[in-house]
C-alpha cells in the first residue's frame, strides 16, 4: 500500500485556492473517490455538506463534478455540522459523505472528510488507495454520458439532525428555565445548534451565528473560548458551550465563566455512565494527551482509561476494537458512540446539560471531577532529519524521564501534518514539570540548529 501524501490525520486540509486545496483536486478527489465507492447496479449516492467558508462556493461545485463524472449521484445539503453529514450518511443509506470543512482553523484554509457508508471516518488503507486512484489516468473508468450523476438538495437535512440530537438527550428531562450561552463560531452550527436547545426547553443566548464566509473561528468558538466566558457571566448563565467550525469539538464553561475541558468532560460522562450502567467495554478512550489526573479519577472508579493517538479517528478507532462507547479529546472532540459515529459537540453538551438537570446542582460542581496535574506543552519546529534520533536529545529524555519517575508522564510527539515536535509532561510540582519540557525543548532546538523554532 502507498504511503499517504494528501490525506493527514483529519482529512486533507490546506489554504483554500492553493496546492493542495484546489478546485482541480477536489475534482480529482470526486472522481477517486466516487470510482472507489461504486459497486453493484444500484444508483449510487453521495451527501455533500460544509461549513460556512467562502471557499465553500468553490470547493463544492468541483466535487460535485467529480462524483457526478465518476456516475454518482450528489445530495447537497449546505452549513451542516461534520456529525450531521456522518449520521445523514448513514440513516440514508448513501455511499458516502463528505464534509467540506477546515474545523477550527481561520477562513482562510479549506478542507475535505470523508465519511463511508457506516458512517464513520474512513481507514488509513482507503485513504490511501483514493489517493493513489487520483493520481493515475481514469478517464477510461469514468461514466459514459448516459449514467452521468445527478444533483440535487436535500431540504430537509437540517431537520433529520435536529431531531437525531434531540433523541440524544434523556426522555423525562426538559431545559425547562435553564440558561445557556451557545457560541457556534459563525460555522456549521450556527443554526441546528440553538434550534435544539430552543426545542429541548433552554433560554438560549446564540452568539457566533452570523457567518459572513470571513468569520469563521474569528475570535470566537472553541478556539477562543474567553468571549464564551465572558458572555455567560454578563448574561447570568447556567452553562456556556463553544463549538468549532465544524461543530464536532465543544469546550465548556461554568456559571463562573470558567472553562471545562474535554478531560473534565469525559470524566463527567465517563462517571454518570458507569453509575448507570450505560458504560460499556469498561472503559473510556482518550489520548495521548490527556491528564493523568483522569485517568487517576476513573481507575479509582473502576474504570480503565485507554490512551490512542490524537486524533478523533483513531480516538474511534480503538473504541470499536474495544466496544467502548466513550472517547475523546482534551481539545473537546467527544464521540459517544451511542448517538453519533464520529465527535459531535453539541451531543456531547447535551449530556452535561442531561446532567446538571437531573442533579439540581450548579455546573461548577457538576464539571470539576478532578484536580489536572501541573501539564505543559511546548512545540518545536525544525528542518531536515527528525532531532529525535539525535544522541543529546536521547540522553535529555533518559534523564527527564528519571526526574519524572513514575508518578510523572513525558511524551515527545511529531506533528503528523508539519515538521514540529511536540513535548509535554506532567507532574505533582509544575516547577519539575517546567524544568523538564524547558530543558527538553533546548536539547531539541540545539540538535535541530539554527532552523529550528520554539512556539
Not at 461534520?82 to 484554509?109: C, K, Q, W, Y
Not at 488509513?124 to 440535487?152: C, F, K, N
Not at 503528523?416 to 531539541?444: N, S
Request: charged share 25%; glycine share 10%.
Amino acid at each position: 500500500m502507498s504511503a499517504r501524501k494528501l490525506f493527514g490525520t483529519d482529512g486533507i486540509r490546506g489554504m483554500a485556492n492553493t496546492a493542495p486545496m484546489t478546485p482541480g483536486m477536489a475534482l480529482r478527489l470526486g472522481q477517486a473517490a466516487g470510482l472507489w465507492f461504486v459497486r453493484g447496479d444500484h444508483r449510487h449516492q453521495v451527501i455533500i455538506g460544509k461549513d460556512t467558508r467562502l471557499s465553500g462556493y468553490m470547493i463544492e461545485p468541483a466535487l460535485v463534478a467529480g462524483f457526478t463524472s465518476a456516475g454518482m449521484d450528489v445530495l447537497l445539503v449546505g452549513p451542516l455540522p461534520a456529525p450531521a453529514i456522518a449520521m445523514l450518511t448513514r440513516s440514508m443509506r448513501a455511499d458516502l459523505g463528505v464534509m467540506i470543512s477546515a474545523s477550527h482553523n481561520s477562513f482562510e484554509d479549506n478542507g475535505i472528510k470523508l465519511f463511508g457508508p457506516d458512517g464513520y471516518k474512513l481507514s488509513d488503507e482507503t485513504e490511501a488507495e483514493i489517493e493513489a486512484l487520483m493520481d493515475s489516468d481514469v478517464s477510461a473508468r469514468l461514466a459514459r454520458p448516459a449514467h452521468l450523476g445527478r444533483a440535487r438538495r436535500l431540504d430537509d437535512a437540517a431537520g433529520r439532525y435536529i431531531e437525531n440530537a434531540k433523541a440524544s438527550f434523556p426522555r423525562g428531562l426538559t431545559l425547562d428555565g435553564v440558561r445557556v450561552v451557545v457560541d457556534c463560531a459563525h460555522g456549521a452550527a450556527y443554526r441546528v445548534a440553538p434550534t435544539v436547545l430552543r426545542e429541548l426547553g433552554a433560554e438560549v443566548i446564540a452568539v457566533g451565528v452570523s457567518p459572513d464566509g470571513t468569520n469563521i473561528n474569528h475570535e470566537c468558538g472553541s478556539m477562543h473560548p474567553l468571549h464564551l466566558s465572558a458572555e455567560v457571566i454578563e448574561q447570568g448563565a447556567d452553562l456556556g458551550m463553544a463549538l468549532d467550525g465544524d461543530a464536532d469539538r465543544v469546550i465548556l464553561c461554568d456559571e463562573r465563566g470558567e472553562l471545562i475541558d474535554g478531560d473534565q468532560v469525559l470524566a463527567l460522562i465517563g462517571e454518570t455512565w458507569a453509575a448507570d450502567g450505560r458504560l460499556r467495554g469498561g472503559g473510556v478512550v482518550a489520548t495521548v494527551m490527556s491528564n493523568l489526573g483522569l485517568e487517576r479519577l476513573l481507575e479509582a472508579r473502576g474504570v480503565a482509561l485507554h490512551r490512542a493517538r490524537v486524533g478523533d479517528r483513531y480516538v474511534m478507532e480503538m473504541m470499536r476494537e474495544r466496544s467502548i462507547n466513550l472517547g475523546g479529546e482534551q481539545s473537546g472532540h467527544m464521540i459517544l458512540s451511542d448517538f453519533a459515529t464520529t465527535g459531535d459537540g453539541l451531543v456531547a453538551a447535551l449530556q452535561v446539560l442531561a446532567t446538571l438537570v437531573s442533579e439540581r446542582r450548579p455546573a461548577s460542581e457538576v464539571c470539576r471531577r478532578f484536580t489536572p496535574l501541573p501539564q505543559k506543552l511546548k512545540s518545536v519546529r525544525y528542518q531536515g532529519g527528525s532531532p529525535l534520533l539525535h544522541p543529546d536529545v536521547v540522553a535529555a529524555v533518559r534523564e527527564a524521564e528519571a526526574l519524572l519517575g513514575s508518578t510523572g508522564r513525558l511524551l515527545l510527539r511529531p506533528s503528523g501534518t508539519e515538521p514540529v515536535i511536540r513535548v509535554m509532561a506532567e507532574a505533582e510540582e509544575f516547577a519539575l514539570v517546567e524544568h523538564v519540557v524547558d530543558t527538553l525543548c533546548a536539547r531539541i532546538e540545539a540538535a535541530a540548529g539554527k532552523e529550528a523554532v520554539l512556539f
